[in-house]
């Protein structure tokens, strides 16, 4: 079997200055860092998130990943792709009562290969419980499991090597992400230089501790602070002003969904107006990716054509 060194996919880094009067007002100098390779489900944190986990696998002769995730997931798609890339399998415990193959997430993952299995609800909850987890090993001998969202020591570790600090203006005085299931946060934290913000976009009383759980040392518990004043009505869900959001940076060839980095980044705009961050900060935004999530959004009506085509980058130029 190849090593992941053998097989690395190639990302191409980005840095965008955003221009808009309340940074100017404000004093506030804004970046934000992309990372995109050929496969798109791979782009922003997705392929920094599974890449030793691949390695993990490799070594351990397994034949692929088991992981977990809801019916329209960014990580269900991420997995799918990067099992393909490395010639492993893939087996998914979706949350969803039935299989709808139209799903577009959904069938991108069966195109890939992966295997589907079911979970309701309740059964879903059990993804983190040893129990559960020991039982489903015994059942797959020869898959590693990988966490929800790549959420593990292993996911932050990829997220570690990012030097996000070092903008294109010159040293960051925080570096900011969008936080759900906390591997990428925690992997920020892990090779920061600075102050790290991490903006929530769920409700979930859990994340703080294991986001701490995946930390190098408790040294750095001084470095970060995770805002839980922007998830709104919660996980997948949105208001106009967040989908209106994302239509200007997309006017600035910024493109966003409204599920991670459009609400967090517009969080970010908030703070700066309420002058949380002293004039003179420099903002380093690392785009998590997650494009995929939009014709999931279209699917389900939750998003017009327009705003499709937009928010993807298909109308620009």
């Not at 100017?24 to 992309?34: A, F, G, I, K, S």
């Not at 969202?149 to 203006?169: F, I, M, R």
Request: proline share 3%; hydrophobic share 40%; with cysteine.
């Amino acid at each position: 079997m190849q090593s992941a060194e053998v097989t690395a996919l190639p990302v191409v880094a980005r840095w965008q200055q955003i221009h808009q009067p309340l940074l100017l007002q404000r004093q506030v100098e804004l970046w934000v860092y992309q990372l995109n390779t050929a496969i798109p489900q791979l782009s922003g944190n997705k392929w920094l998130k599974l890449k030793y986990h691949i390695a993990q696998a490799q070594q351990a002769q397994k034949a692929g990943f088991l992981t977990f995730g809801g019916a329209f997931s960014n990580h269900l798609a991420a997995v799918a792709a990067m099992c393909r890339y490395h010639g492993l399998e893939s087996l998914a415990y979706v949350r969803a009562d039935q299989l709808d193959k139209h799903n577009p997430t959904l069938a991108f993952c069966l195109q890939q290969g992966m295997q589907i299995q079911l979970l309701s609800r309740e059964q879903y909850r059990l993804r983190n419980d040893a129990g559960f987890l020991q039982q489903l090993q015994q059942q797959h001998q020869h898959f590693l499991i990988v966490p929800e969202g790549g959420s593990s020591v292993a996911g932050a570790s990829g997220v570690a090597e990012l030097e996000l600090d070092l903008t294109p203006g010159g040293k960051a005085s925080h570096i900011i992400c969008a936080a759900a299931s906390g591997g990428t946060l925690a992997g920020i934290i892990n090779g920061a230089g600075c102050k790290v913000l991490g903006i929530a976009v769920v409700k979930d009383p859990s994340l703080p501790a294991r986001i701490t759980q995946l930390l190098y040392s408790s040294d750095q518990q001084q470095n970060w602070v995770l805002n839980t004043d922007f998830c709104g009505a919660g996980y997948a869900r949105f208001d106009d002003s967040i989908l209106q959001f994302c239509r200007e940076m997309a006017q600035q060839q910024l493109y966003l969904e409204p599920i991670y980095t459009g609400k967090a980044l517009a969080g970010v705009f908030a703070l700066i107006k309420q002058g949380y961050f002293p004039p003179g900060s420099r903002l380093s935004f690392f785009h998590t990716g997650g494009l995929q999530g939009l014709a999931g959004l279209h699917y389900r009506k939750l998003i017009t054509n327009a705003d499709f085509a937009l928010l993807s980058g298909l109308t620009a130029g």
